[in-house]
Antibody, heavy 121, light 103 residues
Framework: QLQESGPGLVKPSQALSLSCSVSGGSISTGSSYWSWIRQHPGKGLEWIGY???????YYNPSLESRVTISLDTSKSRFSLKLTSVTAADTAVYYC???????????????WGQGTLVTVSS | DIQMTQSPSSLSASVGDRVTITCRAS??????LNWYQQKPGKAPKLLIYAVSHLQSGVPSRFSGSGSGTDFTLTISSLQPEDFATYYC?????FGPGTIVDLK
């Protein structure tokens, strides 16, 4: 199970920081990529990035300059930091596990419930 | 960059109908195509992975097919709980979604 936590309101130009707690399994599982995905109000899904248990990260090129995903295996959680936010970053943020079913075949098989983050002064 | 499109963007159907949703990629994506169902206020749920593999616990009325750039999600007999939005997904890209609502 995954559970997001963090502020629901962030001021423009500040950093958005969220954490995702993982329970019911090891965060160090070799075939798992720990992911962040967001959904703007009434819109579709946007992959933000993921981190492998080794610490290797992969980011959406459109967000890469502002995104950092980190992993804390001792606390079984991973985190998202998105800097210099604007109103366009207002969205529901989901953490998810991406499981590598086959080489190069990755699917998001487990999701948190999502947390709405609003960027506003 | 790969672009993902879905058609139709929305459809109205009745319980018991056979429903087909198409996902098209702008370039060949191999077998890394997945499908999700999302209901209002809920997180997406994985239905199909690797084009045609049914995720554990998903009813067998859902099926996936396709290859190359064209893929299909089929619901063989629409049930009341299937009214939702469906997204295809490849690697780091999601399709725009298809809304299935009640006729």
């Amino acid at each position: 199970q995954l559970q997001e936590s963090g502020p629901g309101l962030v001021k423009p130009s500040q950093a958005l920081s969220l954490s995702c707690s993982v329970s019911g399994g090891s965060i160090s599982t070799g075939s798992s990529y720990w992911s962040w995905i967001r959904q703007h109000p009434g819109k579709g899904l946007e992959w933000i990035g993921y981190i492998y248990h080794s610490g290797t990260t992969y980011y959406n090129p459109s967000l890469e300059s502002r995104v950092t995903i980190s992993l804390d295996t001792s606390k079984s959680r991973f985190s998202l930091k998105l800097t210099s936010v604007t109103a366009a970053d207002t969205a529901v943020y989901y953490c998810a596990r991406a499981l590598e079913y086959y080489p190069l075949v990755v699917a998001f098989d487990s999701w948190g419930q999502g947390t709405l983050v609003t960027v506003s002064s | 960059d790969i672009q993902m499109t879905q058609s139709p963007s929305s459809l109205s159907a009745s319980v018991g109908d056979r429903v087909t949703i198409t996902c098209r990629a702008s370039q060949i994506v191999g077998n890394s195509l997945n499908w999700y169902q999302q209901k209002p206020g809920k997180a997406p749920k994985l239905l199909i992975y690797a084009v045609s593999h049914l995720q554990s616990g998903v009813p067998s009325r859902f099926s996936g097919s396709g290859s190359g750039t064209d893929f299909t999600l089929t619901i063989s007999s629409l049930q009341p709980e299937d009214f939702a939005t469906y997204y295809c997904h490849e690697s780091y890209l999601f399709g725009p979604g298809t809304i299935v609502d009640l006729k």
